[in-house]
């Protein structure tokens, strides 16, 4: 039982190149999130799916795209990077559908847009 | 410009002491509270809940408190340990809104 896998674990862009970050859970949780979290800072929501099928915006949606693809997996876009996406990307599932359940995290993925 | 938030508050405790790290919240209908650590370099464990209708709850070495007339909720960590450093950060749900996660408080144990 591995819980949340993140890949890639470091990744360094361009401003303006894309990429996509994964995100999978085998804990047949059935909502899935991405966090954002700068030096400093407590994390903030870019995208949730409640439920395989769905998606919602969170915080900080601007610059992102998200898919979820089955129950398992959840990614993560960026169509075009800029400096300001710089951070810590975290993904997190939870058990039951809906937001209001505690959140087992992944490791994270460390980006830097140069 | 300066980024609110860099300097995280942070709490030095000595090897075997206990710690209390504090937390305000804003929502006075959040109902269901939970503190996270989170260790240098990896994503944020879940320690320990609690919900509205409760006031204190204890786990293994940490008890957390709520006061609602406040809107404060604290951890306590009986006998710190080094293992024990991290990131702690408090969070709050409302109904079926997400997660919100307070900025955090850095834990130092001191040997």
Known sequence: NAGVTQTPKFQVLKTGQSMTLQCAQDMNHNSMYWYRQDPGMGLRLIYYSASEGTTDKGEVPNGYNVSRLNKREFSLRLESAAPSQTSVYFCASSEMPGVAQTQYFGPGTRLLVL | ?111
């Open chain 2, 1 to 111: 410009g300066e980024s609110v938030g860099l300097h995280l508050p942070t709490l030095s405790v000595q090897e075997g002491d206990n710690s209390i790290i504090n937390c305000a919240y804003s929502n006075s209908a959040s109902d269901y509270f939970i503190w996270y650590k989170q260790e240098s370099g990896k994503g944020p464990q879940f320690i320990i809940d609690i919900r509205s209708n409760m006031d204190k709850r204890q786990g293994q070495r940490v008890t957390v408190l709520l006061n609602k007339t406040v809107k404060h909720l604290s951890l306590q960590i009986a006998a710190t340990q080094p293992g024990d450093s991290a990131v702690y950060f408090c969070a709050e749900i409302s109904g079926n809104t997400p997660l919100v996660f307070g900025k955090g408080t850095r834990l130092s144990v001191i040997a």
